[in-house]
């Protein structure tokens, strides 16, 4: 179950408007314009296929399972999951099927992961991303990804535990989503949207930790419509 709250909540003083070195040129946004330009940018994304490999676990703490995955983003989030020993698993969200999860279940993103990547290329909404997470709209600060700035949505600064989502500064992409979850906080990171095969429609790798500990990390290997 995705938490639609805030795991804590601060206020930002001036100590919060300090910027690290590599925020000098950075500069803040009106939430409402990062949104608009972050919805705009993720429509180049909708209906958009792509196929990964990689590795998850299951449980958050055992050994790596490799698996090779099949995410469709189409009127509903479909997704195919093919993991070792022939076990195979499904989730098919369209209208009439009932969000059916079917075969070895437990290789599947959990149903939290699985509704903000629906809100991120299925509704292309970030919008709706915010409210889905129950991110604050008036909350906003500066932090790096890398060397990248990035507008976070949701979280003053020095607060490392709300949910809030990270917008690259230059180019709207959306790098991170933070939300809170029965089985702990989830925090998912979106790289790389540049590479040769995504081509700035998907991210070319993915991943997510659970509770501080990875449990799916991805690499697309295609990107089709």
Same mark, same amino acid.
């Given at each position: 179950?995705?938490?639609r709250r805030h795991m804590l909540t601060g206020a ?90 079917t075969g070895a279940t437990e290789l599947l993103p959990?149903?939290p992961v699985r509704l903000v990547l629906g809100a ?10 915010? %409210?889905?997470?129950?991110? /604050? @709209? !008036? ?6 990804? *890398?060397?990248?700035?990035? $507008?976070? +949505? ?29 089985? %702990?906080?989830?925090?998912? /990171? @979106? !790289? ?6 995504? *081509?700035?429609?998907?991210? $070319?790798? +993915? ?19």
């Amino acid at each position: 179950m995705l938490h639609r709250r805030h795991m804590l909540t601060g206020a930002a003083g001036l100590a919060g408007l300090m910027l690290a070195p590599g925020l000098a040129a950075a500069y803040l946004l009106p939430t409402p314009h990062v949104l608009k330009k972050a919805t705009a940018r993720l429509r180049g994304s909708k209906g958009i296929e792509a196929a990964m490999t990689g590795e998850i676990r299951t449980d958050g703490a055992g050994q790596p399972i490799a698996v090779g995955e099949r995410w469709r983003f189409l009127a509903a989030l479909q997704i195919e999951v093919n993991g070792p020993d022939g076990r195979r698993a499904a989730f098919d969200a369209r209208q009439g099927v009932g969000s059916r999860s079917t075969g070895a279940t437990e290789l599947l993103p959990r149903q939290p992961v699985r509704l903000v990547l629906g809100a991120l290329f299925t509704q292309a909404d970030v919008n709706g991303l915010m %409210g889905l997470i129950g991110a /604050r @709209l !008036d909350a906003q600060h500066l932090d790096l990804i *890398g060397q990248t700035p990035c $507008h976070v +949505l949701g979280a003053p600064a020095g607060d490392k535990r709300s949910n809030a989502i990270w917008v690259d500064q230059d180019d709207f992409v959306v790098r991170r989503v933070r939300f809170g979850t029965d089985a %702990g906080a989830c925090d998912m /990171r @979106l !790289d790389d949207w540049q590479g040769p095969i995504t *081509g700035g429609r998907f991210p $070319h790798r +993915l991943s997510v930790r659970l509770a501080g500990r990875p449990v799916r990390v991805l690499t697309v290997t295609k990107v089709a419509r």
